[in-house]
């Protein structure tokens, strides 16, 4: 069963839906609640973010970035990441290969 345009917890106050996934490339909404985590974490693919609504604390190999609505962020394959949603947020995350470990086939 696939879980294409399910959504699912993540973390606590952290809820995703996928999107769209094709041959390589996948797309996922997440949103987070206020002082929600995104938990630290690597993957060997690559992922973009853009931030629909709010503003979130984007951790990557140890560097702070803030991004807000209408902003983008590249995370680089093997980068150790997180985020923090600093209010009440959206994200469109992008991921290249396709993130096998999220999809239910």
Known sequence: ??????????EPGVVRCIKQAGQSLMMME???EPGAEGYE????HEQMSYCIKGKLVF?????ETVL???DTI???SGAKHGVTALESSVLLDVFTP????LLKR
């Open 1 to 10: 069963m696939s879980n294409i345009g399910v959504w699912e917890k993540a």
């Open 30 to 32: 997440v949103h987070f």
């Open 41 to 44: 974490h690597s993957h060997v």
């Open 59 to 63: 951790r990557i190999n140890g560097v």
């Open 68 to 70: 807000k609505e209408g």
């Open 74 to 76: 590249s995370i680089p």
């Open 98 to 101: 396709i993130r096998e470990d």
